[in-house]
Every structure is written in C-alpha cells, then in structure tokens.
C-alpha cells in the first residue's frame, strides 16, 4: 500500500519570502514521488519530480524539492514566492513497481502581496 | 510534447441523462488512461484505469455500469456517466501514461460536470 499526507491544509506566506509545502509519504517499495500544481478548475500541472539520483530535485517556476529517505519526506520549496504561486498543490507517490498515482489531500497556498 | 485534452471542459445536464467525457493523448500514444474524480478542494480519487483495447479496471466503491469507460485506440478514452444525478457533480480529471521510458502520468484540463 502507498500513502502520501500533505499535513497542512494551508500555507500562507508574504511575496518575497520562502514557501514550504510538506510532504511525507509512504510506500512498500522505492518511491517515485511528484508535485502538481493546480489553479482553479483546471487540471494538474506538473512541477517536479524524484526518480532517482541527486536528493534535491529542480522544478518549474523556480520551485525544488528534496527527497529525505529517513525522513520519507519529499518538501516543496521555493525560496521567493510571488503572488502568482497561490494555488492547490498535491504530492503524490507511487511505488516503482506500479504505476498507480497515490495523492495527498492538497495545500492550498495563499501568497500575499 | 506530452498535451493531453479533454472534451468538454463544461457540461451542464438534466439530471437522469448520459454524458461522455473524452481524453484525447494529443502528441503520444497512450496505453493505459486513467480517470479521477476531485471534489470541491479535495483530493484526486482514482476512478478507473483503462487499458487500450481491454475491459478497465475499476477501483473499490465504483460502479462500473454508473462509469462506463471505453479506451477505442492509444489515443482515445471515454468515461459515459449513464442516467446521471445531482451527486455525480463533480470535476473528472483523465491522466495518460505515455508508452516508452519512464511511463510517466500527463494530465488532462479537466471536466467540470454539473447534473440538474
């Protein structure tokens, strides 16, 4: 079984400053884990991914992650969020041995000028 | 590369009628689509997974007479939403897994339906 948990419902952060979205999964297996974007009524957009290799993951729009093994975590970072970032964001893991997509809850991220 | 659409993006219906949605994989061929369901801020919920060619498999709590999911070619899926009722209102996102390398999961617009 595999199981992400996006523990804030919100974040809400000045433009100009760091943003952090958390994440922690779980899996049986080695993960492959992800971060979409979503803005109103549309579908997923996608940021970033960790397949394998280096532990921090360069994304879209500025944004990186850093996968921790010890910590099953996979964070979503970006050092200088602007208005436009406020939107849903969803992690999401599956297991190299599948190929199905398990999701976390969502953040919503609200940025304010 | 990798766009996947879909059609359309609004549907509004009486409620005891039938809606299709499309997935189209525009630039790849896609072997297995996926549908999902997403509430009002809520999460992505996996509906269905289709493979081209064979019968989709459902996950647990869907009904696959309500869903109806036809995958006809590597670039096309459909989900009918038969004799539709006020609580199928919903946003139905498809997803397709491209064919070579990683199999990675692209991700359609989205279809927001609303039953009368």
């Known amino acids: 079984a595999q199981s992400v948990a996006q523990p804030e419902d919100q974040v809400n952060v000045a433009e100009g400053n760091p943003l952090t979205v958390k994440c922690t999964y779980s899996v049986s297996g080695n993960p492959y884990l992800f971060w979409y974007v979503q803005y109103p009524n549309r579908g997923l957009q996608f940021l970033l991914k960790?397949?394998?290799?280096?532990?921090l993951v360069k994304g879209s729009y500025g944004f990186e992650a850093e996968f921790n093994k010890s910590q099953t975590s996979f964070h979503l970072k970006k050092p200088s969020a602007l208005v436009s970032d406020s939107a849903l964001y969803f992690c999401?893991?599956?297991?190299?041995?599948?190929?199905?997509?398990?999701f976390g809850a969502g953040t919503t991220v609200t940025v304010r000028a | 590369g990798a766009v996947v659409s879909q059609h359309p993006s609004r549907v509004i219906c009486k409620s005891g009628t039938s809606v299709k949605i499309e997935c189209r994989s525009l630039d790849f061929q896609a072997t297995t689509m996926f549908w999902y369901r997403q509430f009002p801020k809520q999460s992505l919920m996996l509906m269905a997974t289709?493979?081209?060619?064979?019968?989709?498999?459902?996950e647990q709590g869907v009904e696959k007479d309500k869903f109806l999911i036809n995958h006809a070619s590597l670039t096309l899926s459909t989900l009918t939403v038969t004799s539709a009722h006020p609580e199928d209102s919903s946003f139905y996102i498809c997803?397709?897994?491209?064919?070579?390398?990683?199999?990675?999961?692209?991700f359609g617009p989205g279809t927001r339906l609303t039953v009368l």
């Open positions: 997803s397709a897994r491209s064919r070579g390398g990683f199999n990675e999961q692209f």
């Open positions: 289709s493979n081209e060619g064979s019968k989709a498999t459902y």
């Open positions: 999401a893991v599956r297991d190299v041995n599948d190929y199905k997509l398990s």
């Open positions: 960790y397949i394998t290799g280096d532990n």
